[in-house]
């Protein structure tokens, strides 16, 4: 079993930065890669990053590539996405998920293929 817990969600205005973290627990941190997806009100839960067990590996949808980076600290069980030059068009509820199947260096992008789900937390952008 995993836990996941995020935060750092806000209303902030466009153009801002908010960071999100995800605290883990219950296995081993360094043993499952993380991706963050996020869901729009109407729209489908999309994939917005993910990173490998070590964090040699990172990927990014291509709405998000040069604005958001994400990031873990194995030593604290906990992911990160930074997010910068923020637009209307990212808000949404933003989700950590821990994918227990990918080997040290592969990554997945589909939701089904995640195996825990955090709560969620809400992200606004204002314009």
Do not use: H
Request: charged share 20%.
């Amino acid at each position: 079993q995993v836990q996941l817990v995020e935060s750092g969600g806000g209303l902030v205005q466009a153009g801002g930065s908010l960071r999100l973290s995800c605290a883990a627990s219950g296995r081993t941190f360094s043993s499952y890669a993380m991706g963050w997806f996020r869901q729009a009100p109407g729209k489908e839960r999309d994939i917005v990053a993910v990173i490998s067990r070590s964090g040699a590996v990172r990927y990014y949808a291509n709405s998000v590539k040069g604005r958001f980076t994400i990031s873990r600290d194995n030593a604290k069980n906990t992911v990160y996405l930074q997010m910068n030059s923020l637009k209307p068009e990212d808000t949404a509820v933003y989700f950590c998920a821990a994918d227990l199947r990918s080997s040290t260096i592969t990554y997945r992008t589909a939701v089904n293929e995640y195996d825990y789900w955090g709560q969620g937390t809400r992200v606004t952008v204002s314009s």
